[in-house]
């Protein structure tokens, strides 16, 4: 099926086309909010936060100038940032937000201030604003870096000034681009000197199709590290590690894919019969979360009988704010730190700081006064050149760690940082690669002769925002799985999944029509089910909640582990039941479903809701009530967690809940929760709404116990096919309640 070089271009330049079609989808919707809102309308969207004091101008790794940023108690009485959406890290691998400091002015002033300017332009507007990628966001402190280069001409920042959201990554980032680019050039080479740098590995050959990939190799038995690892995990270990080039591993959810991915790494890292040396490897991840939860399960790995521990480094950033102290030991910048080496930059560090102080007019006896004139010129030399010393001393301590380091974790975009520049691998593994754009794997790509990508394609794929005119993903499909956009029946779609699974044809290169679709998709299209192995046991929830998402997604291969397949509330030891009745009513009865149906609980829009945010308030008494009764028969409030679409819900929820249960009990739209493992989850639906995919299922936690849906079957089943198919499974399946509120 050798891809032809037309093949190659089209694959090619319709990438680019989409991340540029992107990237003006970004750039115009910041835009036209920055233009918008006033400094207040700004903050309370949560891309602005208002009357910020500067606490610290520090030097950070690459020499770059750190600016943190927090609410000062002469303008606050809380300390703690209010919820705002500037984040250092998104869905889509960038490293963070793009973010102006600049000064607090009046609502009026800041609106045409910034009008005045389009996002991601320029770099310093006037001496009193700065742009800066987010660095580091905590519940009261946010950090700006600054590149040097922007930084070089002196900063000179206000003493009362606010941070703007200028952009989601996507807009300034170019490493997707690099990576497209030097894609194009190992395979479609313009010239000798292309063919001479970059040579064509032989896995980027086989994902492009222009080689297929090489036989599986037969390594016979392994001897497991885990032998607790079920057959369908056995069987992915195995295939990863035998096969040449690719390996897809297919985990919905609570399968153990991480679980299985650790295994792989310990086989990898050691010599036996597959490998004659122990690789190396770089882990990625589509965001920090992903790679720091690869990380926190390699840490708490016992240390080997023989040899010495897993050398490990983490490039980047920890996702959590309270990431524990070995996943921020791990990091390149606290073992560079600790090096011996690391004094001599030290060293160049602490008079860089000093300077950088008397910049800031920190400096002794400077009282404040900030140095103006040719003073401050010849002290901004003086950085540079320190800056420039520093960062030679300090690549070489890096360059030193990462040498030792057997592996490698970090985003996909931060593997293609200056750090890893001359960096290879044995193998590059990317976990939550169906949540990422294909440009940004390439990247690791790149560093390796082999890639394994786990994930599940019937998650949700990678957020993009470019639509066309017709409000449709660029370009052609529909939001959403076409398999489920029509309106069809729950047999339908289990029929057409598995005709679909079965008739599969192996399919050539071809460009993608959206960025939705993710390097494992297209993987899957191309070389058939053979590329991959799916995990079927699921350790998360009751075989009766598992069942729907099964059958419709999974061509019903999903099966419960005997751990979670028939537990109950009731099981619990902290239950007490009121009664008999409520011991088989509401303790032992994995999924309630209270159709609301005829009830006339309508739902509005949220007064400013110009986001079209829903709440329906008899709902959230439904809801309530359960909750009461729960509780009633001793479940936890910290072991229940409230789920919905909506924002506007989510508020009204919290305002009848909170008072009487405290901020134990969770309740928030599935994006925001916090992934602790649960009891008993309630998903209030308020209407129908378009997605795909039914809450729960994204949950990361445990959800073994119990399921309770509140919702109206009549509207819902207008939503798309595979809710109009949920809902009908409900009324067969669920213990269906009557939702009145009559008493
Ligand atoms: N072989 C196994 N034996 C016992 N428990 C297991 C096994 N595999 C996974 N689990 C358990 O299943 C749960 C899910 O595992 P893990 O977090 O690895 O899954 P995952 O597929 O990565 O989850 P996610 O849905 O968050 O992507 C964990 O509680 C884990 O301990």
């Not at 102006?100 to 800041?110: D, H, K, L, Q």
């Not at 809450?695 to 445990?702: N, T, W």
């Amino acid at each position: 099926m050798a891809t032809s070089k037309k093949e190659l271009e089209a694959f090619i330049s319709r990438h680019k086309k989409l991340l540029a079609a992107e990237r003006d989808a970004e750039v115009e919707r910041s835009s036209l909010l920055l233009s918008g809102c006033g400094p207040k309308l700004l903050e309370q969207k949560g891309l602005g936060l208002n009357s910020l004091g500067i606490v610290g101008v520090n030097v950070g790794l690459g020499g770059k100038t750190l600016v943190e940023l927090e609410r000062p108690a002469a303008y606050h009485t809380s300390q703690v940032l209010p919820p705002h959406t500037i984040r250092y890290g998104c869905a889509t691998t960038l490293p963070g937000d793009l973010a102006r400091i600049e000064e607090n002015v009046s609502s009026a002033a800041g609106k045409n201030k910034s009008s005045s300017k389009k996002a991601g332009e320029g770099k310093i507007s006037t001496p009193q604003e700065v742009e800066g990628v987010v660095y580091k966001v905590s519940d009261t402190r946010i950090v700006l870096a600054i590149n040097p280069s922007d930084s070089s001409d002196g900063l000179d920042l206000p003493d009362r000034c606010r941070i703007v959201k200028l952009a989601n990554s996507v807009t300034y980032d170019r490493r997707m681009d690099k990576a497209l680019d030097q894609l194009q050039k190992m395979v479609l080479p313009s010239g000798e000197d292309d063919k001479k740098r970059l040579e064509v590995t032989r896995l980027t050959e086989v994902l492009l199709g222009i080689a297929k990939p090489s036989p599986v190799g037969e390594i016979g038995e392994i001897a497991f590290f885990d032998d607790t690892l079920n057959p369908s995990q056995r069987e992915a270990v195995k295939f990863a590690l035998e096969s040449p080039e690719i390996a897809c591993i297919h985990g919905p959810p609570g399968t153990g894919k991480t679980h299985t991915l650790i295994e792989i790494i310990r086989q990898l890292t050691i010599v036996s019969s597959v490998n004659a040396k122990p690789l190396r490897l770089l882990i990625c991840g589509a965001s920090n979360l992903s790679v720091d939860n690869i990380l926190e399960r390699l840490l708490a790995l016992p240390a080997p009988e023989k040899g010495d521990k897993l050398k490990v480094t983490r490039v980047g950033h920890p996702a959590r704010v309270m990431s524990n102290q070995g996943v921020l030991d791990s990091t390149l910048e606290v073992k560079a730190g600790r090096s011996e080496q690391a004094e001599l930059a030290r060293d160049v560090k602490i008079d860089l700081q000093a300077a950088l102080d008397v910049l800031a007019g920190k400096g002794k006896g400077a009282k404040g006064k900030r140095p103006r004139g040719t003073e401050r010129k010849k002290l901004w030399e003086e950085v540079k050149a320190l800056r420039k010393e520093y960062r030679q001393r300090e690549g070489g301590v890096i360059q030193t760690v990462l040498n030792e380091s057997q592996v490698v974790l970090a985003t996909c975009h931060t593997s293609g940082g200056r750090q890893l520049h001359n960096h290879t691998f044995d193998v590059v593994i990317i976990d939550e690669a169906t949540q990422a754009v294909e440009a940004v794997c390439w990247i690791p790509i790149f560093k390796a002769k082999k890639l394994i990508l786990a994930g599940d394609p019937k998650q949700l794929p990678p957020t993009i925002l470019s639509l066309d005119k017709s409000g449709r993903k660029l370009s052609g499909t529909p939001l959403g799985n076409p398999s489920l956009s029509n309106t069809k029946s729950q047999k339908s779609i289990e029929q057409e999944n598995e005709r679909k699974v079965n008739k599969r044809q192996p399919t050539g290169l071809r460009p993608p029509r959206t960025l939705e679709t993710t390097i494992f998709d297209r993987l899957e299209k191309m070389y058939g089910p053979s590329v991959k192995r799916m995990l079927t046991v699921q350790y998360r929830m009751h075989e009766k909640i598992a069942e729907f998402p099964s059958q419709v997604m999974y061509q019903s291969k999903l099966q419960a582990h005997t751990s979670v397949a028939s537990h109950l509330l009731a099981d619990l030891s902290s239950t007490t039941p009121k009664s008999d009745e409520d011991k088989a009513d509401v303790l032992s009865v994995p999924i309630v479903f209270f159709d609301t149906a005829g009830c006339e609980y309508f739902e509005r829009v949220d007064g400013d809701g110009d986001e079209g945010s829903r709440c329906n308030e008899n709902e959230a008494i439904v809801v309530k009530k359960w909750v009461d009764t729960l509780v009633e028969n001793g479940t936890g409030a910290a072991q229940i967690a409230v789920i919905t679409p909506y924002q506007a819900q989510v508020t009204f929820l919290a305002s009848i809940l909170r008072p009487l249960y405290g901020v134990d009990i969770e309740i928030g739209t599935v994006d925001g929760m916090q992934g602790r493992e649960k009891e008993a989850v309630i998903i209030s639906l308020v209407r129908s709404n378009n997605t795909r995919e039914v809450g729960f299922l994204k949950e990361k936690r445990r959800l073994n116990g119990k399921l309770c849906i509140v919702g109206d079957s009549s509207t819902v089943q207008h939503g798309s096919s595979y809710l109009k198919a949920w809902m009908k499974w409900l009324e067969e399946n669920a213990d269906v309640r009557y939702a009145g509120l009559d008493d």
